[in-house]
């Protein structure tokens, strides 16, 4: 059975787990090191290595520290070199190539990002049992034979960012990029609709804008589209 723990999400820090019961995995580790062990009761020694998105400071503040505490870490070359990950803990992964880690078998793909490097994770225990996390990306380029967990980006309802944009609340350049680089709820509804759900458990909504999005209006438009439970990971 897959359990998904978020300890932080948004773009103040992004900390997440997985695990089948055999083998636990970090998704990112975007909060410093020291608060990154304490949001884990100091069981790092636990986690079997740590996957990194991208080369963004919210998702990859504490990795070096992770490795130099003998954690290995999975990244895009480009997201390695910027970090100056250990060459003893650097594992380079690379679109659409199969790696192994434990009990996981994890496909990495490329996501529409503004860094060179930026992937998400499509991941498969040995019960045959999938789940995928995306984050920080206009959209999935890529469609899923199976999804039982899934946990993915939902950073802002259209509506909202433009009735900001239209009051000043937020200027017209950040409004371009949030577009071009992170998940609408329209985009998300678009997804889940694109896949096959049938085995799906549960939906996690990560990196909520603070100011562009409508937590109680994403929950319920997705669980709508979904028919399971929809949680919100808290910032």
């Known amino acids: 059975m897959i359990t998904f723990t978020p300890y932080a999400s948004g773009s103040s820090g992004n900390l997440y787990t997985v695990s089948d019961g055999q083998t636990t995995l970090m998704l990112d580790c975007g909060l410093p090191w020291k608060k ?3 949001k884990l009761n100091f069981q790092t020694s636990e986690i079997g290595g740590v996957l990194l998105t991208h080369l963004h400071q919210d998702h990859c503040r504490g990795a070096k520290d992770a490795a130099l505490s003998g954690l290995d ?6 997201t390695l070199d910027a970090l100056s990950v250990p060459e003893h803990r650097r594992n380079v992964v690379e679109d659409g190539r199969l790696f192994v880690v434990g009990s996981w078998h994890i496909l990495p793909f490329s996501t529409i990002h503004d860094v ?3 992937y998400g994770y499509y991941m498969v225990n ?3 049992e999938a789940f995928l996390y995306l984050t ?3 959209f999935s380029p890529v ?3 199976r999804l039982d967990v899934v946990a993915l980006e939902c950073n802002f ?3 909202v960012l433009s009735e900001n944009v239209a009051s000043g609340e937020v200027d017209s350049f950040r409004a371009h990029r949030t577009r071009r680089t992170h998940m609408s709820l329209n ?5 889940l609709k694109a896949n096959d759900l049938s085995h799906c458990k549960a939906a996690w909504i990560l990196h909520l804008s603070s100011q562009n999005s409508d937590e109680r209006r994403m929950v319920v438009e997705l669980q709508q589209t979904v028919g399971v439970p929809v949680y919100v990971a808290a910032s």
């Not at 870490?73 to 480009?78: D, G, K, N, P, T």
């Open 36 to 38: 990154v062990r304490e």
């Open 73 to 78: 870490i999975y990244a895009s070359r480009e």
């Open 116 to 118: 060179p490097g930026a």
């Open 126 to 128: 040995f019960a045959g």
């Open 136 to 138: 920080d990306s206009a």
């Open 143 to 145: 469609r899923f034979k």
């Open 157 to 159: 309802v259209p509506e």
């Open 187 to 191: 985009t998300v509804i678009e997804f």
